[in-house]
């Protein structure tokens, strides 16, 4: 798994490298993935939206250029000057989410908290009180998106680890729908997963 020094390394060749595995493991599924969170976001008008590990900020940027405020915080300064060159007016974060959210977010509210293909390095109990975590930040009617390597079951996972044990990364912690869904129910969360490809899913929750 890379450290932030990796990812700045990585910066520049992060998005080439990712079209040229989009068809598989890690990366099956990842523009259907983007445009998912994208076309659910679009259909309203100006927004806030906070992104979460937003790497060089394709997502953002497309969101951005419809006119939505985005705020993001990223744990690799390469990806952050990337993303600061694509949305000047932006306001970015370095920060590791290992750690509780940075305090500069603590009084802001958002219509939309992101995140893509950022949090599988958390441990399965930090990836439900990280999603605790953020839904303070939601203004009312305000929605949470994760999108990830993930899967429906326990054997989906074990059966795509057995297809690509060359490549599996035994460091990453990713989402299975029917832990992450009982995990968050058991601190009153509602959510909502669906499987978009073969190692790809997006959990939605919306605040109450």
Known sequence: MLDNKGFDLWAKEYDKRVELSSKK?????????????????????K???????FGTGLLANKLYEDGANIFGIDFSQGMIDI???????GVFIQHDFN???????ASGRFDYIISSYAIHPLGNDRKVEFIV???????????????????????DLLDCKTENLDEWDEDEIYMVKENIINS????????????ISSCAGILEINKK
């Not at 993303?83 to 007016?89: I, R, T, V």
Request: without cysteine.
């Open 25 to 45: 493991y890690t990366f099956d599924g990842y523009y259907d993935v983007l445009n998912y969170v994208y076309n659910t976001i679009s259909k309203e008008g």
């Open 47 to 53: 927004k806030d939206i906070l992104d979460i590990g």
């Open 83 to 89: 993303a600061q060159e694509k949305m000047p007016n």
């Open 99 to 105: 750690d509780k959210l940075p305090i500069k977010l």
């Open 133 to 155: 975590e953020l839904a303070k930040l939601l203004k009312p009617n305000g929605k949470i998106i994760i999108a990830d390597i993930a899967f429906k079951t326990e054997k």
């Open 184 to 195: 968050l129910k058991q601190r009153n969360i509602d959510a909502v997963y669906t499987q």
